[in-house]
């Protein structure tokens, strides 16, 4: 199986800051990756497939980029509402896997 | 309005079987790939299986297989998952989701929680 490591585990920005979330998997993943957000309480929400697409409705603050083994999502202005647990999810080669998540709260 | 609404989860003894069903609604789900996702209480995310538009492919993660099995009712717009054998270890909040290919899923359930416990 594919290992997905997600770093840092937690962090803590200030509104407006620029936000930088990474992803690493453990063998070339050809862009195959997703991100979601996830909400206390809530279902996890698609925010970025294939990399760098945006997910329909989802506001272009969130951006992501990466090739091969790393990967990054990119929140260019933090909001209140963005605070939640972000999973990134490789789709190159069954199983699918998640990365732990990284938990963004604010400072 | 896509919908995915899960159901059938609970409290059940360890040992036992349970049936989840996720019935679906606001799209062809006929055309969809269909998946499920568990999630342990405080822990991420994992994925079971998922099932094709005809039933004809269901991968599972090969660490779950002999213990879930994936299927669908194209006709009753629902998908299932049969849970066998359950330990303490699948207590978890169980998530469908649909999606236009293999791995792409962008429509979740709010999910429904399984608790196995004596």
């Known amino acids: 199986d594919i290992q997905m490591t997600q770093s840092p585990s937690l962090l803590s920005a200030s509104v407006g800051d620029r936000v930088t979330l990474s992803c690493k998997a453990s063998?070339?993943?050809?862009?195959?990756l997703n991100w979601y957000q996830q909400k206390l309480g809530e279902a996890p929400k698609l925010l970025i497939y294939y990399t760098n697409s945006l997910q329909t409705g989802i506001p272009s603050r969130f951006s992501g980029s990466g090739s091969g083994t790393d990967y990054t999502l990119t929140i260019s202005s933090l909001q209140p509402e963005d605070v939640a647990t972000y999973f990134c999810q490789q789709y190159n080669s069954w199983p699918w896997t998640f990365g732990g998540g990284t938990k963004l709260e604010l400072k | 309005e896509v919908k995915l609404v899960e159901s059938g989860g609970g409290l059940v003894q360890p040992g036992r079987s349970l049936k989840l069903s996720c019935a679906a609604s606001g799209f062809s789900f006929n055309d969809y790939w269909m998946g499920w996702v568990r999630q342990a209480p405080g822990k991420g995310l994992e994925w079971i299986g998922e099932?094709?538009?005809?039933?004809?492919?269901?991968n599972y993660t090969p660490s779950l297989k002999d213990k879930f099995t994936i299927s669908r009712d194209n006709a009753q717009n629902t998908l299932y998952l049969q849970m066998s054998k359950l330990g303490s270890e699948d207590t978890a909040i169980y998530y469908c989701a649909s999606g236009g290919i293999p791995g792409y899923f962008d429509y979740w359930g709010q999910g429904v929680m399984v608790t196995v416990s004596s």
């Open positions: 099932i094709n538009q005809d039933s004809s492919t269901i």
């Open positions: 063998q070339n993943i050809y862009k195959y």
